[in-house]
């Protein structure tokens, strides 16, 4: 049982190191179209009809690849102030509390944006801006995001990884 909870921690990384370096890649090509853009609309041309609904998909794409990742290695943003004054028996608690609500919420957010995007892939709805793009293309990265992110609220939750930072900042920092 060990050795198959291993396979999937080492998968589930793989998975999770995979959307970042998506979400590296669209966040590098979003500069381009955007770079791409001014340039026409500097030269005299019209802007491009599809520059805007791509900019737009992938900003959403890039914070939902990148999410997963962040919530492993901390990188989001949280409130650490009362887990820092607390002792260690009263903290531990309310980190799994918290760990617990996370993992609720990511589950019923990747549930809820799943149906959202099967019913537009089965409606076969289309998003019209100045260019016709599917609908569930919109939603689609929102129940990976979610999920990705459950999984690894459910890590700590099950595991002895704290998300908070129990060292004091050193002097003249602003923490981790």
Known sequence: MQ??????GKLQLAAVRALA?????????LFCIIIYDVAV????FGSPAWTAATASYSLLYIAMSAAPYLVR????????VLTSKLPLRVAAPLEKTV???????????????????FDNWQ??????????????????????????????FLRYLLGRASMYNRAPAPSGSSGP
Not at 21 to 29: G, Q, R, V
Not at 41 to 44: A, D, F, I, P, Y
């Open 21 to 29: 370096f998506l979400s590296c890649s669209l966040l590098a090509a």
């Open 3 to 8: 050795n198959i909870l291993t396979q999937l």
């Open 99 to 117: 760990y617990a609500a996370c993992l609720a919420l990511c589950v019923i957010f990747a549930w809820l944006a799943a149906v959202i995007t």
């Open 123 to 152: 409606r076969g709805d289309e998003d019209l801006r100045a260019i016709a793009i599917p609908l569930w293309l919109q939603s689609a990265p929102l129940p990976v995001g979610f999920g990705m992110m459950a999984i690894e």
């Open 41 to 44: 609309r500097t030269s005299g």
């Open 73 to 80: 290695h901390s990188g989001h943003v949280f409130v650490e």
